[in-house]
């Protein structure tokens, strides 16, 4: 095998979640909640992990990133409104395209567009949506969230005609 054939081979593969799958990704959201300092957790690990139940891919589309074995990102949409809840990245896999390939997806799916909030002070993740063609819709900032940390409502208006 050649070099750029072991650099493709090497690449995270961007598919649906598997009802197998969903631990991992329950993990992720976990250890950034943990590991975030301005956001509260306000869901218990054990409550999370029953949220990622096998029924919840009868009413969300879940896309992961998986690395060799490992789930290294996931990204969470709903099947009717096109609405993302969640779009989180192992912090290793993060600064590597992974996250514009799980959005470039959402997009492929939703081509119409679709929306997303973001936490008001995860100021990488607004660079990001930004630099991804998502705007900021002014009226839907929420400064009552249950995490008491305000979020802003992010709009892709969808591909182009």
């Known amino acids: 095998m050649n070099r750029a054939a072991r650099k493709a081979a090497a690449l995270p593969v961007v598919r649906r979640a598997a009802a197998q799958d ?3 990704c329950a993990a992720i959201i976990n250890d950034y909640m943990d590991a975030t300092d301005w956001l509260p957790r306000t869901i218990d690990r054990k409550a999370i992990e029953e949220m990622f139940a096998p029924e919840l891919l009868n009413k969300r589309t879940i896309l992961v990133a998986e690395d060799g074995d490992a789930i290294i990102g996931y990204l969470s949409m709903d099947h009717q409104a096109g609405f993302i809840h969640a779009l989180y990245l ?3 896999a993060q600064g ?5 390939a799980l959005l470039d997806a959402a997009k492929d799916a939703r081509p119409q567009g679709f929306e997303l909030t973001v936490f ?5 993740a607004m660079r990001f949506y930004i630099r991804e063609g998502l705007v900021e819709v002014p009226e839907g900032r929420n400064d009552k969230t249950p995490e008491g940390v305000p979020t802003l409502l ?5 591909a182009s005609t």
């Open 120 to 124: 008001e002070p995860n100021a990488e």
């Open 154 to 158: 992010m709009r892709w208006q969808g």
């Open 22 to 24: 969903l631990p991992a």
């Open 96 to 100: 590597k395209g992974l996250g514009k």
């Open 90 to 92: 192992r912090p290793h």
